[in-house]
């Protein structure tokens, strides 16, 4: 399980250092795809194959469940890190998430998010996390 918040910087050509905790669990190879809310998600092979599995059992006739697996699957790419525990964040995942100088990375559960850090600033406030809580409910959760 992933958990925590990492800064990091991505340098000139693109690389960024994967936080030293997350490189096991993610292995020397693993999926960089364009995520929600504008961040990058990342994917251990072995949870990247579940994801995978459950776009292909949507149907093709539905519009929503052909755009929505046409999102995560023509933005993704393998990656692997390199000697010095770093990974080149394609150019065009790049742009996607406004990805250019400071970078947050975050575990979340299955999966890693990396974020501009601007964004993530903009996007995680919680101020309106006791609704979001009462909502969770609904869905199974509750504390």
Sequence with gaps: MFMSEYNHSIDAKGRMIVPAKFREALGNDFIVTQGLDGCLFVFPNSEWQ????KLRSLPVSNKDARKFSRFFLAGAAQVELDGQGRILLPAVLRQFAGLEKDAVVVG??????IWDKSRWEENTSFDDMDEIAEHMADLGISI
């Design 50 to 53: 579940v994801f995978e599995e």
């Design 108 to 113: 979340v559960g299955s999966r890693v998010e």
